[in-house]
């Protein structure tokens, strides 16, 4: 990675992290460029993918409708599979 850009994935975080400063802690999860958003129950959920979205379209930024995955039972998320039952590590990411 070019020396100028070894910081970006940083600031672009802060970036997000200002811009979606607004909502609870609880509406969303992110890691560097991703998105995750969440609910409790499924109104909370699209009223928090509402909320996502009107926020990141004030704030001019471009997201790709290819990357969307809506409405999961369960994801994967920095190494391990989030559900209703709770988080689990992804087992092949686990040192033997």
């Known amino acids: 990675m070019p020396l100028g850009l070894c910081k970006a994935p940083a600031k672009f975080e ?3 992290e200002t811009t979606l400063h607004g909502l609870s802690s609880e509406a969303y999860l ?3 460029d991703d998105i995750t958003i969440v609910g409790r129950t ?3 959920h699209l009223s928090n993918i509402r909320k996502v979205f009107e ?3 004030q704030a001019k930024f471009k997201l790709s409708p290819k990357k969307y ?3 999961r039972k369960e994801f994967a998320y920095i190494g391990h599979v989030t559900s209703a ?3 689990i590590p992804i087992q092949r990411k686990l040192r033997q």
């Open 85 to 87: 039952e709770g988080v």
């Open 30 to 32: 992110m890691y560097l």
């Open 69 to 71: 995955r809506f409405f």
């Open 55 to 57: 926020i990141l379209q």
């Open 42 to 44: 499924f109104e909370d």
């Open 14 to 16: 802060r970036l997000m």
